[in-house]
């Protein structure tokens, strides 16, 4: 008896209700408010078409610096550092030898230019042949050995003469092949030397000359300078004799009493010691230079407001994972993604949405589940032992997951929504602008714990709702530091 | 509209032209605002939804098999987006209507004729979730278990609310009927327009619901 009743009410409805007579009357401002809607998606579809493409430029970016910084330091023999060994020259040849001179100078960047007659030829064998035979210490015989390299430079300046002796000729290039691991800038300047066989600093190309003692010290801007003989064997034989000294001692710098070396000396002074201690500053420049990469896991827990509304703040907690470069000694740029739950109560003033709510809430309750992605950049202040503080800020883009808010009515028999929900819709791309400081122990090379108070300011209102979400809180964290122990050889 | 005709509003559409769209939106706005209006508690709310259910139509309309009818595959856009838009209240319970609703008498209907506003008015005064269950089990002719997976209740939550809902609008009918005898429509009637609300039902209705 009721199932017909129910059944009757049921057809009553459905013959009313199914299939309208009178169908509800166009408005043209549903159909404008149906454009805001379309356009306000292209606008966002834009902004999701371009998220992969920057996304995807700024991982080759990523790689790319991570390529540079993390390929491994070998200090390859290159033509810079190669020097040849003697190459057999005939004395007939020897007259050719200020052109050989001219033509190695120009691909080699030696300072080999040397005067083309027989008396400077003199001079070159002069030249070498003190250094070989007095020059035998143990840093002379490394550098003999580095030297023999099957592609490195080949010295023909000098080395283009045989010595009688047919010893190894180690002259002015080989101490130039020496300092040129060190050098970057190298300028060939003449020197001349003069009548007392002393080298004077660029008599032919006067501006230009400088003394090696940066040569010598391996320095960037060092300036090779070349030994341009006079006709004089026995000035010849005193720059031989100048060279010489040098070899044997682990000074870079011989003088000759008034006048300061030619770089020829000077270089022939470091065979032994140049090539290793070289490599070993570039070596530890670009340990100095070597990006740290660090993973981190992090947990927080944040107090949240809107409008700085702090006595109306919900306790959240955040957690998540960092990516971190050092990339200079005090410089850090990190990363990552951390999945945030941020509760939080305000007035409904601060609430926006275009509803037109019957009775409007006195406040509103939020629960937000969101994703966090920041881009900071952070400074070391302080740094000891094993401690280290840094400040750091950046900004933050939030993708809402899920973002439940409940109306709370003044009146308990206010009429109106109770909830509203919205998954996955909302994206706020860099509005949110941090503001932290790290305190790092690290307990070994590769871990440590951080402690880091932080806030995030809003930019721009965030969410459906459209708030200025603030969050302050303390996070605590493990950082793996990647490539902590893999220093250069 | 013929079909030719529809289907190049639909190709339109698919190349996102504007106009195609509003032709779209123009031809089926009452059918689906029919719809809508039943789900939802007034007007506004209800063109909200639509443009809701629109906007679906416009960003998903590759989806749609031509071989099929375009009026049932919009109606249940439509149809699903209401729900949606009310989902969040849909497993609240209404302590306060269920005493009134219990102590219905069973009355036989009286035999008036009731248009289409006065019918529909009663149904959106019909709480949430009462209403919803209504216009599916009695309108759209969905069961109760399919109403269950729909709404994610139990099919013994929609035979109560269908119930419920049918006890409510059995009362709307009687005083709409006394009204209309004694011009007196609206006497007697002490229900909620819509959904009432109130901080401590709400915490009830959370606990009771584990919800």
Redesign the interface.
């Known amino acids: 008896m009721d199932n017909e009743k129910d059944e009757e009410l049921d057809k009553l409805f459905r013959r009313g209700l199914e299939d309208p007579v009178n169908e509800t009357a166009f408005r043209e401002t549903d159909w404008d408010a149906m454009e805001q809607m379309l356009d306000k998606s292209k606008k966002r579809s834009a902004i999701v078409y371009w998220l992969p493409i920057i996304g995807s430029a700024a991982a080759l970016v990523l790689i790319f610096l991570g390529y540079l910084f993390l390929k491994p330091d070998v200090v390859k023999p290159g033509k810079k550092d190669q020097i040849a060994v003697t190459h057999p020259a005939k004395p007939a040849d020897n007259g050719k030898t200020g052109d050989q001179t001219k033509s190695n100078t120009g691909t080699s960047g030696e300072p080999a230019r040397q005067a083309a007659d027989s008396s400077k030829q003199q001079t070159a064998q002069n030249a070498v042949t003190p250094s070989a035979h007095h020059g035998r210490g143990p840093n002379s015989r490394s550098f003999l050995s580095l030297s023999s390299g099957k592609d490195r430079r080949h010295a023909t300046g000098n080395t283009s003469i045989k010595p009688d002796n047919e010893q190894p000729v180690i002259a002015n290039n080989i101490a130039h092949n020496k300092a040129a691991p060190g050098i970057s800038n190298d300028k060939t300047l003449p020197v001349t030397t003069d009548d007392n066989g002393n080298q004077k600093g660029n008599v032919i190309a006067n501006n230009n000359t400088k003394t090696n003692d940066k040569a010598q010290l391996g320095t960037a801007d060092s300036k090779t300078q070349l030994g341009t003989a006079d006709a004089n064997a026995n000035k010849t034989e005193n720059i031989a004799a100048n060279t010489k000294a040098p070899a044997a001692s682990d000074k870079p710098v011989t003088t000759n009493g008034k006048t300061t070396l030619g770089i020829a000396e000077v270089n022939a002074n470091k065979p032994g010691i140049a090539p290793n201690n070289v490599i070993k500053s570039a070596g530890s420049k670009k340990t100095g230079n070597r990006p740290v990469f660090a993973l981190g896991v992090i947990a927080s827990s944040d107090f949240n407001g809107v409008n700085s509304a702090f006595q109306q703040t919900r306790i959240g907690g955040n957690f998540g994972a960092t990516f971190s470069v050092t990339f200079a000694k005090k410089w850090t740029i990190s990363t990552g993604a951390t999945y945030d739950i941020k509760p939080y109560l305000t007035n409904f003033d601060n609430y926006h949405t275009a509803y037109k709510f019957p009775t409007q809430p006195s406040s509103v309750n939020a629960d937000c589940r969101m994703l966090d992605i920041p881009i900071n950049i952070n400074y070391q202040v302080y740094h000891q032992r094993a401690n280290s503080v840094t400040v750091g800020t950046g900004l933050s883009s939030y993708f809402m997951l899920r973002e439940d808010y409940q109306f709370n009515y003044a009146d308990s028999y206010a009429t109106g929504p109770a909830h509203y929900t919205v998954i996955n819709k909302n994206r706020n791309i860099l509005s949110v602008l941090n503001l932290d400081v790290t305190y790092t122990h690290q307990i070994n090379s590769k871990f440590g714990v951080t402690v880091q108070p932080y806030t995030k300011v809003p930019l721009s209102n965030v969410g459906y709702s459209q708030v200025k979400l603030q969050s302050t809180g303390v996070a605590l964290g493990i950082n793996w530091n990647i490539n902590a122990s893999s220093k250069p050889k | 509209m013929g079909e030719e005709e529809l289907h190049q509003l639909i190709g339109g559409c698919i190349r996102k032209e ?1 106009g195609s ?2 032709m779209l ?2 031809a089926f ?3 689906s ?2 719809i809508c ?2 789900y939802a ?1 007034n ?3 209800a ?2 939804v ?3 259910g ?2 679906k139509v ?2 998903r309309i590759e989806t749609y098999d031509t071989s099929r009818p375009f009026k049932a595959w919009l109606g249940r856009i439509m149809m699903n987006v209401s729900i949606d838009y009310y ?3 849909l497993k ?1 319970a209404y302590a306060e209507d269920l005493d009134k609703a219990e102590n219905m008498s ?1 009355d ?2 009286p035999d008036q004729k ?3 506003e ?3 008015a009663m ?1 959106q005064k019909l709480p949430n979730a009462y209403r919803t269950v ?1 216009n599916l ?3 759209d002719g969905y069961t109760h278990e399919e109403i269950g997976e729909l709404l994610n209740i139990s099919s013994g939550t929609s035979k109560s609310n269908l119930h419920k809902a ?1 006890q409510k ?2 009362q709307m ?1 009687l005083e709409a009927d006394g009204k209309s005898n004694n011009s007196n429509y609206n006497k007697g009637m002490d229900y ?11 915490h009830g209705a959370f606990f009771r619901k584990n919800i």
Do not use: C, W
């Open positions: 504007r769209q509003k939106y123009k706005y009452g059918f605002m029919g209006l039943r508690n007007r506004d709310e063109a909200e639509m443009n809701q629109f906007f416009f960003t989902r969040a209240n609240m069973n036989e209907l009731l248009n289409y006065d019918l529909l149904v209504f089990y009695a309108i049918r609008l059995k009918i909620s327009p819509s959904v009432a609300i109130s901080k401590t039902d709400l």
